[in-house]
């Protein structure tokens, strides 16, 4: 089982970056997937997360309006679109999957780092 975070980086103020996760090693597409992220001396936080369908998505209140979380189940892959990014946003991010069927069965990413600053 592997969750393969990539996309990270270092932006400017204002900028945009995707980050992507890749799946592997099990059924992605009856997981449901979530971004979450822990910032220096923070805990881990959920910022977006997706049904296994995309059917529904939900964000945290921080991020609304400038975050959107995306999957291709064809791929196995899970998005986050990042717009408008403040130095708040400065983090590891991770993805993570949980069994729609089985809520205990979860896998995580080793996480991308995200840094906004100019």
């Known amino acids: 089982v592997q969750l393969v975070e990539s996309g990270g980086g270092l932006v400017q103020p204002g900028g945009s970056l995707r980050l992507s996760c890749a799946a592997s090693?099990?059924?992605?597409?009856?997981?449901?997937m979530s971004w979450h992220r822990q910032a220096p001396g923070k805990e881990r936080e959920q910022v977006a997360s997706?049904?296994?369908?995309?059917?529904?998505?939900d964000y945290d209140d921080s991020v609304k309006g400038r975050f959107t979380i995306a999957r291709d189940n064809a791929k196995n892959t899970v998005y986050l679109q990042m717009n408008s990014l403040g130095p708040e946003a400065t983090a590891v991010y991770y993805c993570?999957?949980?069994?729609?069927?089985?809520?205990?069965?979860?896998?995580w990413g080793q996480g991308t780092q995200v840094t906004v600053s100019s």
């Open positions: 993570r999957g949980r069994d729609s069927y089985s809520a205990a069965r979860v896998f």
């Open positions: 090693g099990f059924t992605f597409s009856r997981y449901s």
């Open positions: 997706i049904t296994w369908d995309g059917s529904i998505t």
